[in-house]
């Protein structure tokens, strides 16, 4: 492999070089990239099953470009109907593509603002309906299932909201489903919204954002399809099955990361520029819930904070996004200073916003690639369910006595990090209302733990990373240390046909992830911050 032989991709490997140059090499012996595109399940695993009914994101966007001028002017009927937000009600593959999108590629002018929402912490929820008027507002009920709590809350709690200012009858013109053929939201959506998108249901979810369910969203917002598929169809083209792996974009990356994670740098950090710190939330869920299975796993560290190249372990490998023109200079200098001290680095260069679309593609195919390698199969999650599944119990055990589970924690943070071995990382798990002020005290805690322990520190909120990160925290290595933060909700709101609320959903989503990594062993503590929140964190 040569480090400048492909588009916008730069490496410093060093010893790992020829580790790296040989997997590309077993890749192309076993025609794997063709084999791939041919959707050959042996791939991964000897059974098909949840495999060759997951591929349909290697052709998606043929069906998409057909679909264009449609989707144009579905946008344009939106534009006409004077509605002010488009407000996504999903969460993991349904809403972080379209987070990224916003984030980079942001709003045309005269379209409408795009809002993200995929938390059942009441004050989030409030913040967002405290900044719409429901009323002027069409809301994107994205879930492939049909049946994800967490969209399904949502959509009741703002369903009511606009139906006590239009009649239910009416409120439905407010409301889009995108979702697969035959769920119970398709069949309400058919009978009450004003449209429904089916996807293919061979696309799984966080597979999903070159499909609707990133793509309706985009054209909602003013992005240039075509323009973004044409980038994805370059990425398509650089990767096609006749390529040699050596010369495959998605396979060079894909041999480094599960190359390097075979060779213990199992830490997959990802450092973007400013205007594209989202895209690390999106290649996280990508990684984690793929790769995280088998008590096997590759551990992508997302949004953390820089600190001097001492503070970094071993066990790290760094890809650095790069976005031309985004005041890079102080990144680009803790980059080289990263390459000095030898760590491996991957620099992937984007010239502007709309290489997202080659960039989505690249990391899907990578992460195929990196499942064979590494003999996961990566198009399941069967982690997600018992956290589910103690949820569940949790919320059954609330409707009978009124009062949720007690959770029982001995631990402090500092005998948590005491418990730490070679090789391990920290996992803050926040049920918190994002905030930056929420964000600034978890960074500097992230800094703190990082200088002093020298371990690599993730961080989500919850409930987004229980489709996220959720996944390898239950199935993959053993290599977790886990810190979860609650705190009082000053204040709850109700979800319409439902016993429970949103602060009782969201503490027992909470309770039900504590329960079920204390059930598989994990290192976990559990600190309520009561009224403060992360005021009452201390550093």
Not at 407 to 432: C, F, H, N, W
Not at 504 to 526: C, H, M, N, P, W
Request: aromatic share 8%.
């Amino acid at each position: 492999m040569t480090s400048n032989a492909n588009f916008n991709f730069r490496t410093s490997l060093g010893e790992y070089l020829g580790e790296v140059n040989a997997c590309l090499a077993d890749l192309q012996k076993h025609n794997v990239m063709a084999r791939i595109w041919q959707k050959d399940h042996t791939v991964w695993k000897p059974e098909p099953a949840e495999i060759t009914n997951r591929l349909g994101w290697l052709s998606i966007t043929d069906l998409i470009r057909a679909q264009i001028a449609s989707l144009i002017s579905f946008a344009e009927e939106i534009k006409s109907a004077a509605f002010d937000q488009v407000v996504l009600l999903g969460i993991g593959g349904s809403s972080l593509g379209p987070e990224v999108m916003r984030q980079v590629l942001g709003s045309a002018p005269g379209y409408p603002q795009f809002i993200m929402l995929d938390s059942t912490v009441p004050a989030w929820v409030q913040q967002v309906a405290g900044a719409i008027d429901p009323v002027r507002s069409l809301f994107l009920v994205s879930s492939k299932s049909g049946t994800t709590i967490e969209t399904i809350s949502l959509y009741q709690y703002f369903r009511h909201l606009v139906g006590q200012a239009l009649g239910k009858a009416e409120s439905g013109q407010n409301f889009v489903a995108i979702t697969d053929p035959g769920t119970p939201l398709a069949e309400l959506a058919e009978r009450e919204f004003r449209h429904t998108f089916l996807n293919p249901a061979d696309v799984g979810g966080r597979f999903s954002v070159l499909s609707y369910f990133g793509l309706v969203p985009a054209v909602l917002m003013g992005i240039d399809l075509a323009r973004l598929l044409d980038r994805v169809d370059f990425m398509r083209q650089r990767c096609a099955a006749n390529i040699p792996a050596p010369e495959s974009d998605a396979a060079q990356l894909g041999a480094i990361v599960a190359s390097l994670t075979l060779k213990g740098r199992d830490k997959l950090t990802i450092i973007s520029s400013p205007a594209i710190a989202g895209f690390g939330l999106w290649v996280e869920q990508m990684i984690a819930e793929s790769t995280g299975k088998e008590g096997k796993g590759i551990i992508p560290i997302a949004g953390e904070p820089l600190v001097e190249p001492e503070n970094y372990g071993d066990d790290r490998l760094f890809i650095y996004l790069r976005l031309a023109g985004d005041g890079n200079t102080a990144i680009d200098g803790t980059i080289e200073k990263i390459k000095a001290a030898g760590q491996p680095v991957v620099t992937l260069k984007m010239q502007d916003g709309y290489d997202l679309g080659a960039e989505f593609f690249r990391w899907e195919f990578a992460t195929a690639i990196a499942g064979a390698v590494l003999g996961i199969h990566p198009f399941n999650q069967p982690g997600v369910q018992q956290a589910k599944d103690f949820t569940k119990h949790a919320l059954a055990e609330y409707q009978t006595s009124r009062r949720l589970p007690q959770v029982k924690t001995a631990l402090s943070i500092e005998e948590l990090l005491a418990q730490i071995r070679p090789g391990d990382y920290l996992a803050i798990m926040a049920y918190l209302r994002q905030t930056p002020e929420a964000d600034k005290v978890l960074d500097e805690l992230r800094q703190k733990i990082m200088r002093q322990y020298h371990i690599p520190v993730a961080m989500g909120y919850g409930p987004r990373y229980l489709h996220s990160s959720g996944q390898l925290h239950k199935d993959g290595p053993d290599k977790g240390l886990f810190l979860q933060f609650t705190a009082d909700h000053a204040k709850d709101l109700p979800i319409p046909g439902e016993p429970y609320s949103f602060a009782v959903l969201a503490d027992a989503q909470a309770i039900g992830d504590f329960e079920t990594l204390k059930s598989l062993g994990r290192r976990i503590i559990r600190i309520h911050l009561g009224q403060g929140g992360t005021d009452s964190i201390q550093k």
